[in-house]
């Protein structure tokens, strides 16, 4: 398993904005579609967005209000949240695949980072 590393997740009040980033060890993972994927407490798993850099899919509650963007050379990607909502609280996974994909089938997780976010 190759490790992603998550960070940026925290605590921010309704209407705030948090960014994400998400960093893959391997040279690799360049040509990898990467992602984010989040579960809320007591909910399933929920396909947020991913991208491989030229292909990008959102989640229905990501459109309009999260970017998502990859930096090949770093084997990064970044997830901008603006006008956060409570129902945005989860925690957040970064993901990589061989393929993009709209559902939960990426084969690389990381450990997740909390979002939280107060009414």
């Known amino acids: 398993q190759v490790p992603l590393v998550e960070s940026g997740g925290g605590l921010v009040q309704t209407g705030g904005s948090l960014n994400l980033s998400c960093a893959a060890s391997?040279?690799?993972?360049?040509?990898?579609?990467m992602g984010w994927i989040r579960q809320a407490p007591g909910k399933e798993r929920e396909f947020v967005a991913a991208?491989?850099?030229?292909?990008?899919f959102y989640g229905k509650s990501a459109k309009g209000r999260f970017t998502i963007s990859k930096d090949n050379a770093k084997n990064t990607v970044y997830l901008q949240m603006i006008g956060l909502k409570p129902e945005d609280t989860a925690i957040y996974y970064c993901?990589?695949?061989?393929?993009?994909?709209?559902?939960?089938?990426?084969?690389?997780w990381g450990q997740g980072t909390q979002v939280t976010v107060s009414s």
């Open positions: 391997a040279p690799t993972f360049s040509t990898y579609a």
């Open positions: 991208t491989t850099g030229s292909v990008t």
């Open positions: 993901v990589a695949g061989d393929h993009i994909d709209y559902g939960l089938a990426y084969e690389y």
